[in-house]
């Protein structure tokens, strides 16, 4: 029997895919026993698959057929340190995420960071070398000194209501 978190985290990524498959009216599917198939110390495995399969093992989510550089993860949580941005200092938990989301990423992917808090809302990161094309509605930045990254946090729905158009070209880009 999996965990509650577990149970709380594929919840969420369920959620997430059908808000993409309405959104952009094609499907996005959670990946099934999402984890770390081509992450990390298993990154070798991309030489022996098709990128088809590569696509759907990165992230959490398998992206829309028209969206071949999407890579989504997502985070569900019960709390998280909000007020570590005003001290400048790194918040170790989103760095981890940050950093499980950059490991299977590709060059020029469009990586998204679709992040969940109890009682607090919903919440998008995304790398700033982005904006533009993205709009930038009200957020918070956040330095990913590990790649030395800047990164937007942004509000969910003002950044889909903002951005939808952008990601599919972001997500579709060969740079």
């Not at 995420?97 to 590709?106: H, P, R, S, T, Y």
């Not at 919903?122 to 918070?140: C, D, S, V």
Request: proline share 6%.
């Amino acid at each position: 029997m999996p965990s509650p978190s577990k149970t709380k985290g594929s919840s969420f990524e369920r959620d997430v895919a059908k808000f993409l498959s309405s959104l952009y009216e094609e499907s996005f599917t959670r990946v099934p026993n999402s984890g770390a198939y081509i992450g990390a110390s298993n990154a070798a495995r991309k030489q022996f698959l098709h990128e088809g399969q590569i696509r759907s093992f990165k992230g959490d989510i398998i992206p829309g057929q028209s969206f071949p550089k999407m890579n989504v993860e997502c985070k569900a949580y019960k709390d998280f340190p909000f007020h570590a941005f005003f001290s400048g200092s790194p918040i170790r938990q989103l760095d981890e995420w940050i950093d499980q989301l950059l490991e299977v990423a590709d060059p020029g992917d469009f990586n998204i960071l679709i992040m969940k808090f109890n009682n607090k809302g919903k919440y998008i990161a995304t790398e700033n070398r982005h904006f533009p094309p993205l709009a930038q509605p009200l957020g918070m930045q956040y330095h990913f000194q590990k790649y030395n990254s800047l990164w937007q946090i942004t509000e969910y729905n003002n950044f889909w209501q903002f951005n939808k158009d952008s990601v599919k070209t972001l997500s579709q880009a060969q740079q």
